[in-house]
C-alpha cells in the first residue's frame, strides 16, 4: 500500500497510548515509549512509501520515545532518519548531542545508534499536540559517504531558507497528493526526495561538488522557481535579477528552463496572473479583496491589470461576465452585438436603440448616400 492513514479516536482513551505505541514501532524504527498523558492521549499519523524512502507524518501528545542499544543491535533497518519539527519542539540526543529542535528546523538522526527524542511538556489546560514529518533513507542511497553524512547528526538545519525550505516545501506538497499517487509515481517522486535530501546535505557539508551534475541542476532549478514564487509581486523579478542572485549567467539561467514548457519570462507572468486568479477566485467568495493582486508589481494592481492569458481584465473575474447584447439585422437575423469586431462601436449603439442602418435608409428626410445599397426592400417592407 502506497499511502496509509491511522488513527485511535474510535479507541477506548486507556487504549490509544498502547495502540500507539505498536503503530509507532512498525513505522518508525522501534524504540522504548513512554507518556504522562496515558489517559488522555492522542494520535494520528500518516504514511507514504516512496521507493526506498518512507515519508511519515505523525501528530501525538507529549511522549518520550528512547532507542536503547539492545533495540539496536535487536533490530536495526540501517537508515537516516530526517525530522522536521512542524509544530512544537522537539529535543533529540545522539551521540553525545542534545538539541531542541524548533519549529521550522530539520535534524538528522541514525537507526544504527542509540538516540532519546522526547517533547517538552508545557503541561496545564490547552495542550497542543506535536506534529513531525519524517523522512526514512536508506544509508545506501545517498550519493555522500556515510561517514560525511554522519556528521550531521543531531545538528539543526533550517527548513525555511535556502535548499532546507525547498526540501520542506517538497514534503509537504507530497503528502498532500499521497492518497491520489500510483505506486509509480511515488517511486519517481521518491527519487526526487532523495536528491533534494542530499542536496540539503552536501550544502552544510560544503560538499556539492560531490554531488551528480543533475541533481545540482535540479535542485538550483528548484531554488529558483521558490526564488520566483516569493517575490512575484516585486516589479525587479527579472531573468537578469535572478540569475545575479544565484550567481549564475543569464545564458545558463535560460539553458536551465530550456526543457520546460515556458522560458523565464514566460513562467513569471503565468505564475502572476495563476496568483491573482486565485486571489480574485477568494474575493468573490467572500474572503475579501485586500489579497487581490498579491502576484502584480504594485503599478499594475487595480481593476484595469490585463490578464492577457486569460482574455479579460481583472474586473472581470469579480463578477460573472454578463451575455452580450442581441441585435436584429435588417434580414431578421439576431447576432452579438460584439460581432463582428469590425464597426464594433456601431453595433454596441444600435444595441442601445439607437436607429439601425436599415431605420436610417428608411427616413425620407434623410437621402442615401451614393454607392450605399438600399436594404429597406431586403428588410420585406
Partial sequence: MTYSFQHGDDLPREERFDWWCEVSNRTVSPARVSSEHLNDFSAHLETLALGGARLTSLVFSPVRAQRTAALVNSSDPEEYELVLAVQREQRIAQERRDI????????????????????????????????????????????????????????????????????????????????????????RIGATAVELAASVFAHHLDADAELPPEARHRMLLARIERF??????????????????????????????????????????????????????????????????????????????????????????????????????????????????????????????????AARTASPDRPVPRGRRRRVGRAGE
Wanted: charged fraction near 25%.
Fill in 100 to 187: 531542541l529542535l524548533a519549529a521550522g528546523e530539520f535534524a538528522l538522526r541514525s537507526t544504527s545508534r542509540p538516540y532519546d527524542c522526547r517533547t517538552p511538556d508545557r503541561g496545564g489546560p490547552g495542550r497542543e499536540d506535536s506534529r513531525v514529518l519524517t523522512l526514512r533513507l536508506p544509508r545506501g542511497v545517498l550519493p555522500l559517504a556515510s561517514d560525511r553524512v554522519d556528521r550531521l547528526l543531531v545538528r539543526t538545519m533550517s527548513a525555511t531558507l535556502g535548499t532546507g525550505a525547498v526540501l520542506a516545501d517538497f514534503l509537504r506538497g507530497v503528502l498532500r497528493q499521497g492518497p491520489a499517487l500510483t505506486p509509480v509515481a511515488a517511486q
Fill in 228 to 357: 520566483i514564487e516569493e517575490n512575484l509581486p516585486h516589479s525587479h523579478l527579472t531573468p537578469a535579477a535572478i540569475a545575479a542572485h544565484h550567481h549564475i549567467s543569464l545564458r545558463f539561467l535560460h539553458a536551465l528552463f530550456r526543457a520546460r514548457q515556458r522560458t523565464v519570462a514566460a513562467t513569471i507572468r503565468h505564475r502572476r496572473l495563476e496568483r491573482c486568479r486565485a486571489d480574485l477566485a477568494d474575493a468573490r467568495a467572500g474572503l475579501g479583496s485586500g489579497r487581490v493582486g498579491r502576484g502584480l508589481p504594485a503599478a499594475r494592481v487595480g481593476a484595469g491589470a490585463a490578464l492577457p492569458a486569460r482574455g479579460r481584465r481583472v474586473g472581470g473575474w469579480q463578477r460573472p461576465a454578463a451575455l452580450p447584447p442581441r441585435i436584429v439585422t435588417a434580414a431578421g437575423t439576431a447576432r452579438d452585438a460584439t460581432w463582428p469586431r469590425r464597426g464594433r462601436g456601431r453595433a454596441l449603439m444600435w444595441a442601445r436603440g439607437a436607429p439601425g442602418p
